[in-house]
């Protein structure tokens, strides 16, 4: 498409969709907590959907000034909500 595209630790890790090669899904799956049923990252959904791939890979999305670049849009403020509750800022960016 022509154009630089800057990539940022994503602050909502749930709020994608992740696609993985053959080699990055052997790779995860070969981890000691690959189904494991940890649901520790807010609640058994969110944990289901997304704890395993935070737990393997570091998770982007692009950055404010390419928001359109295949953004992903949630209903709904409830995830901005647990922000300094549920989940500390610092944690999620490092």
Not at 7 to 17: K, T, V
Not at 28 to 40: E, I, N, V
Not at 74 to 89: C, E, M, N
Request: hydrophobic share 45%; with cysteine.
């Amino acid at each position: 498409m022509n154009v630089a595209v800057t990539f940022n630790r994503a602050l909502n890790p749930h709020a994608g969709c992740y696609f993985l090669n053959a080699e990055q899904m052997d790779y995860w799956a070969k981890k000691p907590y690959f189904l494991d049923r940890d649901t520790s990252f807010i609640s058994p959904l969110e944990s289901a959907a997304t704890l395993g791939i935070m737990k393997t890979f570091r998770v982007y999305k692009a950055a404010s000034e390419q928001a359109n670049f295949l953004e992903i849009q949630h209903f709904g403020t409830a995830f901005l909500s647990l922000i300094g509750q549920k989940l500390d800022l610092v944690t999620i960016n490092n």
